[in-house]
């Protein structure tokens, strides 16, 4: 698996002894991740090794206790989840997260309405001026496009509760494309798919990261998944980093394949 080439191979997501403890108990403890442009980066570990707990960290939904994170070297600690999100972290979560009873091109239109290039004026939204109706062609262009990248565009008018579940998953990767991010996190996007769909998916993601140059980072338990996608990968266990390195490396390491096979004996 090689990186597809990038201009200049900045360090996109730096954490530095990332860590949160609630109560008595640390969740997550000195996690230090270096993502480059233009990676898929794998995060693997048994349940409850903390890998969910990090993207929450991310992505403001939990504070760290220790330690700081950095998007392009700027710190994101103590931002909330809506301002994370306009610096340039986006996510799909590991339980399909999607406004069920709106149509499928009104989900990307979500993601769409605060990017800049699509902003009106409470006034301009309220009279309906001709650039709020500009503004509102433009968007939902930009939505058909999205969603035919993802075969999607035939299913724009049907609610997305009425999608079948590969086409849910798809369809929330491009409601977070649409905020334009810089670092798209992928929570177990390969979870309850079939042999086929988690193929498709994985050349869907390559493609994502080849075609808007967007470093990716995605939690997943399927093994076939991450050693076909990944660049590298961190192994955590007990919300401690465990291995870190390409997946040969790691998947070769003694520590992690007691953590998830158990001793020899």
Do not use: W
Request: hydrophobic share 40%; glycine share 8%; aromatic share 6%.
């Amino acid at each position: 698996m090689s990186t597809t080439t990038f201009q200049n191979n900045a360090v996109v997501l730096e954490t530095e002894n990332l860590g949160i403890t609630f109560g008595g108990l640390k969740a997550v403890q000195s996690v230090n991740l270096t993502i480059k442009e233009g990676m898929i980066y794998g995060i693997i570990g048994p349940n409850g090794a903390g890998k969910t707990t990090i993207f929450n960290l991310l992505t403001g939904v939990y504070q760290p206790t220790t330690g700081d994170f950095r998007l392009l070297g700027k710190s994101l600690k103590g931002m909330k989840q809506e301002a994370i999100n306009h610096a340039g972290i986006a996510r799909t979560f590991q339980n399909i997260r999607l406004f069920n009873n709106m149509s499928v091109i009104r989900n990307v239109l979500v993601g769409l309405h605060n990017q800049p290039e699509f902003k009106c004026t409470a006034l301009e939204s309220m009279l309906r001026t001709p650039h709020y109706f500009a503004n509102e062609a433009a968007m939902r262009t930009r939505a058909k496009e999205l969603l035919r990248l993802f075969d999607l565009e035939d299913e724009r008018n049907n609610l997305a509760c009425n999608l079948p579940y590969g086409k849910q998953r798809k369809l929330e990767i491009a409601r977070a494309l649409a905020t334009n991010p810089k670092l798209l996190l992928l929570d177990e996007p390969a979870a309850g798919m079939n042999p086929a769909e988690t193929e498709e998916l994985m050349n869907t993601i390559q493609f994502i990261r080849d075609t808007f140059h967007i470093t990716v980072l995605l939690i997943e338990h399927d093994m076939r998944f991450v050693t076909g996608l990944c660049d590298e990968v961190t192994v955590l266990n007990f919300g401690t980093t465990l291995a870190q390195g390409t997946c040969e490396e790691v998947l070769r390491n003694p520590d992690v394949i007691k953590a998830y096979i158990g001793n020899d004996d």
